[in-house]
């Protein structure tokens, strides 16, 4: 199984910040990964997929890269409502479907 | 719009079996693989089990194999998960998703994402 390894588990910041949140794999995925947002009490959301794609209705502050073994998402300028958890998720060997074990953005 | 509705959870016995449901719309739901992904109290996403757009294939985590089914009843547009045996671990939200796939051709496709998620269903096992 492929195994999703975030960096870091939380991290704080404060709005107008750009903030990097990583992913890697354990081997592998092409661009075969997907990034969701996820706020408190709420489903979670697609915000980047296939790597570097911007989900519709998706802000352009956010933005995705890698491609292998590591990733990255790119919050540029955050905005209140982007405090929230974030998770990579591959679909490149599957099943499973795996992901990673999410960052949580706070306001610092 | 698309839209996913879960129902079925509860507060069920260890041990014991529950069905969640799945109602999707706004969309040609016999064109699309449907999923469901868990998280347990402050916990991250958990996949759980994934059916094809056509039920030709099925697939479940180690975690449910063996306990857990995934179906559809596409007329109604409806995904199940019929749940046994459950355990304490069971205990999470469950999320149906839709998989959406990009270009397919020769046995595989391009992408494949998880574009649409219902508000959830909480199953709670508890003596």
């Known amino acids: 199984d492929i195994q999703m390894t975030q960096s870091p588990s939380s991290l704080s910041a404060s709005v107008g910040d750009r903030v990097t949140v990583t992913c890697r794999a354990s081997q592998s995925i092409g661009t075969y990964l997907n990034w969701y947002q996820q706020k408190p009490g709420k489903a979670p959301e697609l915000l980047i997929y296939?790597?570097?794609n911007l989900q519709s209705g998706v802000p352009s502050r956010f933005s995705g890269s890698g491609s292998g073994t590591d990733f990255t998402l790119t919050i540029t300028s955050l905005q209140p409502e982007d405090f929230a958890t974030y998770y990579c998720?591959?679909?490149?060997?599957?099943?499973?479907?795996?992901f990673g074990q999410g960052t949580k953005l706070e306001i610092k | 719009q698309v839209q996913l509705v879960e129902s079925g959870g509860g507060v069920v016995q260890p041990g014991r079996s529950l069905r969640l449901s799945c109602a999707a719309s706004g969309f040609n739901f016999r064109s699309y693989g449907m999923l469901w992904v868990r998280q347990a109290p402050g916990k991250g996403l958990e996949w759980v089990a994934y059916?094809?757009?056509?039920?030709?294939?099925?697939y479940y985590a180690d975690s449910v194999k063996g306990r857990s089914t995934i179906s559809r009843d596409d007329p109604n547009n409806m995904v199940y998960l019929q749940m046994d045996s459950l355990r304490d671990d069971d205990t999470a939200m469950y999320y149906c998703v839709r998989s959406n796939r990009g270009q397919c051709g020769s046995g595989s496709c391009s992408s494949e994402d998880f574009d649409y998620w219902g508000q959830g269903t909480l199953v709670t096992v508890s003596s």
């Open positions: 998720q591959q679909s490149h060997t599957v099943p499973p479907y795996t």
């Open positions: 296939a790597a570097s």
């Open positions: 059916i094809w757009f056509d039920g030709t294939y099925k």
